[in-house]
């Protein structure tokens, strides 16, 4: 995230100051305020004959771990499209939009920082399975294999996905 020293506008040495209820950095010149938002990241619960696709990440944040197909949404871009688009470049498949699961809120506290998950429900279409370039492995999971961690974020989508037959 883009520190600032100098106000972009007008160049002036920014001050710290308590605005809006927080300590932010703002420029007693111009009133600029340099606010500090969270990334947006659109997520896939993908699924396919009721087995769960991860990834395995190949790069920081969390590099080794499994979770599911995530990135962040581009200039341009609904957090649909790239729920999609993300899950195409690191599995190589692609998938429909069921629904939305939820919004929420991780603190990333190796690179990111704050990021706004959006996560969706995606049924698995076509494809053949590809770990993609940041990507060190690929597949489908039974639900009794789902890391602990992931089985607590998504449990009620887990269970909802038991009982569904378009799954």
Known sequence: ???YNYCPICATLLQMGTLEGRERKYC???DFVDYKNPLPVALAVAVKDKRFLLIKRGLPPVKGMWA???GFIEIGET???ACLRELKE???VSGEIVKLIGVLRIEDKEIYGDMLII???VKVKDGELTP???VEDARFFDIAELPGYYSLLFKDSIEEIQNQEIF
Do not use: I
């Open 79 to 81: 957090s649909e499209e």
């Open 119 to 121: 996560a969706y429900l």
């Open 1 to 3: 995230m883009k520190e």
């Open 28 to 30: 007693p010149k111009c």
């Open 132 to 134: 993609g370039d940041e």
């Open 68 to 70: 599911s197909p995530s």
């Open 90 to 92: 690191e599995t190589g």
